[in-house]
C-alpha cells in the first residue's frame, strides 16, 4: 500500500472512531437528550420537531457560548445513563437539580423556578396533599413528582401509578383510573388549559418545596458547565431570556 493510500486510510479511521463519541468530534453538534412529552417545556409539532421553553433557552445559550446543539427525543426513563454512557452530552428536560442526582451528575446554574402541583377530576373532594394519602396518584416515574408522592405514600405503595410520560399519567386521570396526579406546575397547568373539556382542578399545596431546573451534564465536564453558565447569565443579562420566558408564559 502506497504511504497516500495508508494516511487516507488512517483518517478515516480516526474520523470513524470521533463520530462514536459526541463530545470529542470536532464540529459535531453537540447531542442533547430531551424527552419530549412535556410541553411547553420540550415537544414534538406535528413536524415531529422538537420545540418549546428549553429548546428555545438552550439554543440562544449555544449560540451565546459558541457550540451547535442537536436535541434528540430521549424516553426519560434512562434520560441519564446516556451522559454516563457518553450517548448525550446534555439533558435538557425541565430537569430538576436535587442534591441525589448532583451525586451523579453536574448541573448548570438554574434557568428556571418549579414546584410540584396537584390535578384531580371535576367533581373531586380533594383539597389538599395530605388528602391523597389512601388514593390512587398517578406520577411520571423517577421523577420529582414520584418522590414527593413516595413520601407521602410509601416508596412500594400500590396505590402510587408509574407512567413512562407525564401525559399518559394524566390521560389516566381524564379517564378516572387515577385520583390524582402530581407533577411540575408548568406542565399540569399547560394540559388542563389544553383539555378545557375534562374541566381538571389544581391544588396548589404550600408543603410543596421550590424547585430549579438546570442543565445536566456529565460529571467532571466542567469546561462545558462553565460555557453554558456563561451564556445562561448573558441570555438574562440582555432581555433574550424574558422574550423566551413571556413566549411560553405570559407575563
Ligand atoms: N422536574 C421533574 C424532575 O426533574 C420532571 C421532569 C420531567 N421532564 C420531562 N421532560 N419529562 O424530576
Do not use: H
Amino acid at each position: 500500500m502506497k504511504l497516500r493510500q495508508l494516511g487516507l486510510l488512517a483518517s478515516a479511521f480516526c474520523a470513524a472512531v470521533l463520530a462514536t463519541s459526541p463530545a470529542f468530534a470536532a464540529g459535531k453538534p453537540l447531542q442533547v437528550a430531551t424527552d419530549a412529552a412535556y410541553a411547553p417545556f420540550e415537544s414534538q409539532n406535528e413536524k415531529k420537531e422538537i420545540v418549546g421553553f428549553d429548546v428555545d433557552v438552550l439554543t440562544a445559550v449555544a449560540k451565546k457560548a459558541g457550540i451547535e446543539v442537536k436535541f434528540i427525543n430521549t424516553p426519560w426513563e434512562g434520560i441519564f445513563a446516556a451522559l454516563g454512557t457518553g450517548d448525550r452530552d446534555i439533558v435538557a428536560s425541565a430537569v430538576t437539580i436535587t442534591d441525589e442526582r448532583k451525586q451523579t451528575m453536574d448541573f448548570t446554574e438554574p434557568y428556571f423556578e418549579a414546584k410540584q402541583l396537584i390535578a384531580i377530576g371535576p367533581k373531586s373532594k380533594l383539597a389538599k396533599f395530605t388528602d391523597l394519602k389512601d388514593k390512587k396518584v398517578g406520577v411520571q416515574t423517577g421523577t420529582t413528582g414520584d418522590e414527593v408522592v413516595q413520601k407521602l405514600l410509601g416508596k412500594t405503595n400500590p396505590n402510587i401509578k408509574r407512567f413512562e410520560s407525564t401525559p399518559l399519567a394524566l390521560k389516566e386521570l381524564q379517564n378516572g383510573g387515577v385520583d390524582a396526579v402530581v407533577a411540575d406546575n408548568g406542565v399540569i397547568i399547560n394540559f388542563v388549559a389544553n383539555n378545557k373539556s375534562d374541566k381538571l382542578k389544581t391544588i396548589d399545596d404550600p408543603t410543596f418545596a421550590k424547585e430549579y431546573y438546570g442543565f445536566a451534564l456529565k460529571k467532571g465536564n466542567k469546561a462545558l458547565v462553565e460555557k453554558l453558565n456563561k451564556g445562561i447569565a448573558a441570555i438574562k443579562a440582555d432581555g433574550t431570556y424574558d422574550k423566551i420566558y413571556k413566549k411560553y408564559f405570559g407575563n
